[in-house]
């Protein structure tokens, strides 16, 4: 699990963009399926946004772009 957690955020990100993408792909053509793709858009930016940024232990600080007094 200590190899996945800085990760997270990413991780988020993309699971929430491939439920968006999949869900307007092969979603119900209907405005409640256009409704459903928006909320489920809107659901991934607030799952992404709730996931830290920095590695809590600063184990991988010369990965990141954060300065490490951040």
Do not use: F
């Not at 200590?2 to 963009?17: M, N, R, S």
Request: charge should be neutral.
């Amino acid at each position: 699990m200590d190899k996945v957690t800085p990760y997270l955020k990413a991780y988020a990100a993309l699971i929430g963009a491939v439920c968006t993408a999949l869900l307007g792909i092969y979603g119900p053509d209907t405005e409640v399926g256009h409704w459903l793709t928006i909320v489920v858009a809107v659901l991934s930016a607030v799952a992404t946004y709730a996931v830290p940024n920095k590695d809590p232990r600063a184990r991988h600080q010369a990965e990141s772009v954060q300065p490490p007094a951040a």
